[in-house]
């Protein structure tokens, strides 16, 4: 993938019109907070490796060399703060409708995984950097497992996660669903910078959540909770029904959702 070109495939403005390509750097959301201020919205920071891949709440993401997708996009939506967390959504929206352009067929896990067959195939991480009280920029960091084999997992993960390639049968052109999610993702992005509206990516979201109607663990820091999640909300929040029959809308913010045997049942 060392001569990136998309522009056959890219039907954007500005998202991917602009990219910083690696063979190896620690971590590509770490890159795109350090050039932030000094690069076009829509810019990506991608690699062929990640060394010290990041996911949400401090885990490590394994990122292999020349087998996924792992990169950042640079963001400057010039919104309210508090609205800023809800761009996780639209990745995932996104990815789920790449995914399905390419005739693969997954859920989301809400707020920021997309699986297949139980297992994640993709994870989303979403920062925000501070210049000052006025000035901020959103990086929204993308992992995708695109062509790894089953040698490329630990023992840990064999049964928590998998690969675009071991769920087709073959190797999927990298190129070609970058540009995919790209695509998908500045349609998605237009309408939430213009005018606050994200309820396209909010219906992808619930239409194909895969958490709806289950039992699931909350787990807030120490504090841990079992409810059936309903639904998810006009504000893309997911709402949950405890057992004592409160219900509850959770913003994803710092909440990890489990299944009740591991990370997802099937």
Request: hydrophobic share 35%.
């Amino acid at each position: 993938m060392k001569k990136i070109d998309l522009k056959s495939y890219l039907t954007t403005n500005f998202i991917g019109r602009s990219i910083e390509y690696h063979e190896s750097i620690s971590s590509t959301n770490t890159r795109a907070k350090e050039v932030a201020e000094s690069v076009d919205e829509g810019t990506v920071v991608i690699a062929e490796e990640q060394t010290m891949g990041k996911g949400r709440l401090g885990r490590n993401w394994t990122s292999p060399k020349g087998k996924g997708l792992w990169f950042s996009l640079v963001l400057k939506p010039g919104l309210e703060v508090e609205r800023l967390p809800k761009i996780t959504l639209i990745g995932a929206a996104a990815v789920y409708k790449a995914l399905r352009g390419m005739g693969i067929k997954s859920h989301i896990k809400w707020p920021n995984d997309i699986v297949i067959d139980g297992k994640k195939v993709c994870g989303i991480l979403t920062e925000m950097i501070f210049k000052n009280k006025n000035t901020y920029y959103v990086i929204v960091g993308i992992g995708i497992n695109v062509n790894l084999d089953k040698k490329d997992f630990t023992e840990e993960l064999k049964n928590k996660a998998t690969s675009l390639k071991l769920v087709k049968g073959q190797k999927i052109d990298r190129i070609r669903l970058l540009a995919h999610v790209l695509n998908n993702f500045e349609k998605l992005y237009i309408p939430f910078k213009e005018r606050g509206d994200i309820s396209e990516a909010i219906k992808i979201s619930r239409e194909n959540s895969i958490l709806t109607g289950r039992e699931v663990k909350i787990i807030r820091a120490s504090e841990e909770k079992v409810g059936k999640v309903l639904d998810i909300d006009n504000e893309g929040q997911l709402v949950v029904k405890y057992k004592d029959g409160k219900i509850e809308a959770i913003f994803s913010g710092e909440v990890s959702i489990r299944g009740m045997e591991g990370y997802l049942d099937n």
